[in-house]
């Protein structure tokens, strides 16, 4: 579904377009040690296809629907590009990324799709169309902690129209319906720009869905980057508000003017939101809607919890406006979901804490470009045979980062659990040495292996 620059697109590309490009974080590693960091060609043959059909610019193996060739001349799919080319070649070491800006990383899931506001009629907004492009990233990582329970969201949106959009506004949108749909509170933590959906009481029952029972989970979704000013300077956060299902005027949006209304502060009939009660109606404006911990009761407190709400079918919106987007002009939302179970502890007495620490964690990965740590590379051997003996040299070059054996990383986990409890923990993995095994024969497999 990509938009050619003068905004426009046919309905056989958007057809040609319209499916999701996926690829594994093994296969990558596989096409990475094929090709010895894009020092040797690699055979088509012994390419993953998911990799040949990243819709990369310049791949002219990118299929689209029902495996449609695509002609991809511009850039879509994001790549490292090894030999530097331009052009996405996975024979010459090329392989898919998160994104362009953070050179090399790969997660252990990926998938890309693209599409635009000019393919269809809108009947959900009635809204007139605009000439947007919206490149997705999805992904996640297989891990042994809280990263492994979350979800990752990039889009990269441009103006392909010739208008100019004054008071513009990005929202990111969630229905969470947290097992039962029905009896879910919802609120937000403003220092993280994070929306979080929680259960209403102790036990998640069974509705129309699968309920999780006793000790429901919490479900948060950080506003990692929003669109920027004219300026550079990124707008983040700028309203946080929620819904029923229902057709009030505090519910579902049902026109253009409801949706601009709802992301730029303010409901269906235009007044703004307000502090206390459901956000509507009151005398203090404010844009964050139950910004306060469900734990807190005490007076001037604002949650669904202080309030004595009734659970429901909640719907919740992520703002950041307003902004100008020019022709041609393009910015970044990404979003992190991240999923905690707390045990012992559920509905307004949960544990938000460990929702926090799972978010800021996820925060600390995207400020470290997705980069998990780095081991220290393995050291260059050199052997010496001599009689009944053998003289063995390790060494690592310039180049490596464990030259003069100082390799050091920094644990953005232990950093942040450092800060968070205001304890003085070890927050680096140095290196500590090598481990040698010697095999009993030849008929042995090899094996290896390091202390960090």
Not at 63 to 88: K, M, R, S, W
Not at 160 to 184: H, I, R
């Amino acid at each position: 579904m990509q938009l050619k620059p003068t905004g426009t697109v046919t309905k056989q590309t958007c057809n040609n377009y319209d499916r999701f490009w996926e690829v594994s974080g093994s296969d990558i590693d596989q096409l990475i040690a094929a090709s010895d960091n894009g020092t040797s060609t690699v055979p088509q043959s012994d390419i993953s296809s998911n990799i040949l059909q990243w819709p990369a610019k310049g791949n002219t193996n990118a299929t689209g629907t029902q495996g449609t060739t695509i002609n991809v001349t511009d850039d879509l799919a994001p790549f490292e590009d090894v030999d530097g080319d331009g052009q996405y070649d996975p024979t010459q070491g090329d392989y898919p990324i998160i994104n362009e800006n953070c050179s090399g990383v790969y997660a252990d899931q990926m998938i890309f799709w693209v599409f635009n506001d000019k393919g269809n009629i809108h009947t959900e907004t009635g809204g007139q169309a605009i000439g947007l492009e919206i490149k997705a990233t999805a992904f996640a990582f297989n891990t042994s902690d809280e990263v492994n329970n979350m979800t990752f969201y990039r889009y990269q949106i441009t103006n392909e129209s010739s208008t100019k959009l004054n008071d513009a506004y990005m929202g990111q949108w969630v229905d969470p319906d947290l097992g039962c749909f029905d009896d879910d509170f919802v609120g937000c933590d403003t220092t993280r720009e994070l929306g979080i959906v929680y259960n209403g009481d102790a036990v998640d029952e069974d509705c129309a869905t699968k309920g999780y029972g006793s000790n429901p989970p919490l479900l948060g979704v950080d506003y990692f980057e929003g669109p920027n000013k004219v300026n550079g300077d990124e707008l983040g956060m700028s309203s946080f508000l929620y819904y029923n299902n229902d057709f009030s005027v505090t519910g579902n949006p049902e026109t253009a003017v409801h949706y601009y209304n709802y992301l730029s502060g303010f409901w269906k009939d235009g007044s703004p939101f307000t502090y206390g009660g459901n956000g509507y109606g009151g005398s203090q404006p404010f844009p964050y809607m139950f910004p306060s911990d469900p734990s807190n009761q005490s007076s001037g407190a604002w949650s669904e919890c202080s309030e004595g709400n009734t659970p429901a079918d909640r719907r919740f919106l992520q703002s950041s406006g307003p902004f100008t987007l020019a022709p041609g002009a393009v910015n970044d939302i990404t979003i992190g979901v991240t999923w905690v179970r707390p045990p012992n502890q559920s509905g307004c007495a949960a544990d938000f804490d460990a929702l926090r620490r799972a978010d800021d964690k996820a925060q600390s990965l995207f400020d470290n470009c997705f980069d998990l740590i780095d081991r220290p590379d393995a050291p260059s051997l050199q052997i010496r045979e001599m009689d009944e003996e053998l003289v063995i040299k390790l060494f690592n070059e310039p180049s490596s980062n464990n030259y003069k054996e100082q390799y050091e990383s920094v644990d953005p986990d232990a950093a942040l659990a450092a800060e968070f409890d205001s304890v003085d923990y070890d927050t680096t993995y140095n290196f500590q040495g090598y481990k040698l095994y010697q095999l009993r024969d030849a008929a042995q497999s090899f094996f290896g292996g390091f202390c960090a």
